[in-house]
């Protein structure tokens, strides 16, 4: 994913920005969101694949990291909107079991907590349609750079639906504003319970030419 201004290798001119890369969680640093109003982190697959990643209790132990870095971000850029994008699933049941229940720390915890954080949606379409709950073989590398199958990385069309789902949800967000000042800017004489515009347009007879009858 790569933010700036060419609508070709882009999210283009909509969703302009700054990616920086985070290995794992522990890689996040709070002090390069200060500036920005749109904050997204995605993050974690490389902690929950871990050999020494074995149950629940260490799942937990890397969403309260996760937990402390949304919460630094929050501190220090407290009108930003943050959004969290879940862990990609794997061709690996092993690490996606993990995933699972990361997830579901964040969406139980994190999003329905006080830090104001917002859930990219739609990450179940990244699941393949065999009903295996594997990552899709047709958005995902079939081998590494060195040959090897490729359990993790999406291939283009996978970074193309990725991208749609995070401006989707970044700009829905913007859309929904736009849209509420509009109502808020709608008149508010009511008659009978109706706009009084909606009264009034219903009240002309059949051959009015504002309405284009005949």
Same mark, same amino acid.
């Given at each position: 994913l790569h933010f700036g201004t060419d609508n070709r290798r882009t999210f283009g001119e909509t969703l302009p920005g700054q990616r920086f890369w985070a290995p794992k969680i522990g890689s996040i640093e709070p002090t390069v969101c200060c500036a920005y109003k749109n904050v997204v982190i995605m993050c974690g697959?490389? =902690? &929950?694949?871990? /050999? =020494? &990643?074995?149950? /629940?209790?260490?799942?937990?132990?890397?969403?309260?990291?996760?937990?402390?870095?949304?919460?630094?971000?929050?501190k220090l850029n407290p009108k930003c909107?943050?959004?969290?994008?879940?862990?990609?699933p794997t061709k690996?049941?092993?690490?996606?079991?993990?995933a699972l229940h990361f997830n579901s720390l964040i969406f139980k915890k994190l999003v329905h907590g006080n830090l104001g954080v917002q859930y990219v949606r739609g990450f179940n379409e990244f699941l393949d349609e065999d009903g295996s709950g594997l990552l899709s073989k047709n958005l995902s590398k079939q081998f590494d750079r060195h040959s090897r199958p490729d359990l993790l990385h999406l291939n283009l069309s996978g970074i193309r639906k990725l991208a749609g789902f995070i401006k989707q949800t970044v700009l829905g967000r913007y859309q929904d504003a736009a849209g509420d000042r509009n109502r808020r800017h709608l008149p508010t004489n009511w008659v009978n319970g109706r706009p009084y515009s909606s009264v009034a347009g219903s009240s002309r007879p059949t051959g009015d030419p504002a309405r284009g009858g005949t």
């Amino acid at each position: 994913l790569h933010f700036g201004t060419d609508n070709r290798r882009t999210f283009g001119e909509t969703l302009p920005g700054q990616r920086f890369w985070a290995p794992k969680i522990g890689s996040i640093e709070p002090t390069v969101c200060c500036a920005y109003k749109n904050v997204v982190i995605m993050c974690g697959t490389n =902690d &929950v694949r871990q /050999p =020494d &990643v074995n149950g /629940p209790h260490d799942i937990e132990l890397i969403y309260t990291l996760y937990h402390t870095k949304i919460s630094e971000i929050r501190k220090l850029n407290p009108k930003c909107k943050i959004y969290v994008c879940p862990v990609l699933p794997t061709k690996c049941y092993r690490i996606n079991q993990g995933a699972l229940h990361f997830n579901s720390l964040i969406f139980k915890k994190l999003v329905h907590g006080n830090l104001g954080v917002q859930y990219v949606r739609g990450f179940n379409e990244f699941l393949d349609e065999d009903g295996s709950g594997l990552l899709s073989k047709n958005l995902s590398k079939q081998f590494d750079r060195h040959s090897r199958p490729d359990l993790l990385h999406l291939n283009l069309s996978g970074i193309r639906k990725l991208a749609g789902f995070i401006k989707q949800t970044v700009l829905g967000r913007y859309q929904d504003a736009a849209g509420d000042r509009n109502r808020r800017h709608l008149p508010t004489n009511w008659v009978n319970g109706r706009p009084y515009s909606s009264v009034a347009g219903s009240s002309r007879p059949t051959g009015d030419p504002a309405r284009g009858g005949t």
